[in-house]
T-cell receptor, first 117, second 115 residues
Framework: DTGVSQNPRHKITKRGQNVTFRCDPISEHNRLYWYRQTLGQGPEFLTYFQNEAQLEKSRLLSDRFSAERPKGSFSTLEIQRTEQGDSAMYLC???????????????FGPGTRLTVT | AQTVTQSQPEMSVQEAETVTLSCTYDTSESDYYLFWYKQPPSRQMILVIRQEAYKQQNATENRFSVNFQKAAKSFSLKISDSQLGDAAMYFCAYLTQGGSEKLVFGKGMKLTVNP
């Protein structure tokens, strides 16, 4: 299977703890996106990378959140001092960069479901 | 900022029948894409169909077709010959060409298919 993978699939943590999620994109994709999906809502954009550069961050991404994509391959999303409001599904997606007027599909991973108790 | 609205939180359809899911959006951009994504229970989101705003012809993919009304900013999805496997959350999404090309999603709609 060469799709987007995410680990862990589920994470339960206590408020105040730090958590880290990993996303492995499709190998030839140079763009990687993080979205957050809360219950009853559609996914919301958090941040994206082109290769190893983080090019945009949403205002949803407070300073407790940090994302990296070393060497332009896998990415990690860390949440420090978790709060109950951080409970959500964290989705990763990857794609090729657009070329001319061609926009490429974003392929999604299965997500990491975070529960903060 | 762009917004996407799906006003129907749930719908149901009988197997083999046709159902239409509605979506409206708001934008001042001229170059954009619209998408319908499907998210089955406990499974990852997959693309159902896409529409480029500059194309007048409505997109079709097998049993799935869209009715794109650019002036009305409406983008509905028609599923013909509904199958049990079509049961899922359906999300309408918008993307501005250029820049980050991040997706802006609606709240989603739960489709139930009755045998």
């Amino acid at each position: 299977d060469t799709g987007v993978s995410q680990n862990p699939r589920h994470k339960i943590t206590k408020r105040g703890q730090n958590v880290t999620f990993r996303c492995d994109p499709i190998s030839e994709h140079n763009r990687l996106y993080w979205y957050r999906q809360t219950l009853g809502q559609g996914p919301e954009f958090l941040t994206y990378f082109q290769n190893e550069a983080q090019l945009e961050k949403s205002r949803l991404l407070s300073d407790r959140f940090s994302a990296e994509r070393p060497k332009g391959s896998f990415s990690t999303l860390e949440i420090q001092r978790t709060e109950q409001g951080d409970s959500a599904m964290y989705l990763c997606a990857s794609s090729l960069s657009p070329v001319d007027r061609m926009t490429y599909e974003q392929y999604f991973g299965p997500g990491t479901r975070l529960t903060v108790t | 900022a762009q917004t996407v609205t799906q006003s129907q939180p749930e719908m149901s359809v009988q197997e083999a029948e046709t159902v239409t899911l509605s979506c409206t959006y708001d934008t001042s951009e001229s170059d954009y894409y619209l998408f319908w994504y499907k998210q089955p229970p406990s499974r990852q989101m997959i693309l159902v169909i896409r529409q480029e705003a500059y194309k007048q012809q409505n997109a079709t993919e097998n049993r799935f077709s869209v009715n794109f009304q650019k002036a009305a900013k409406s983008f509905s999805l028609k599923i013909s010959d509904s199958q049990l496997g079509d049961a899922a959350m359906y999300f309408c999404a918008y993307l501005t060409q250029g820049g980050s090309e991040k997706l802006v999603f609606g709240k989603g709609m739960k489709l139930t298919v009755n045998p």
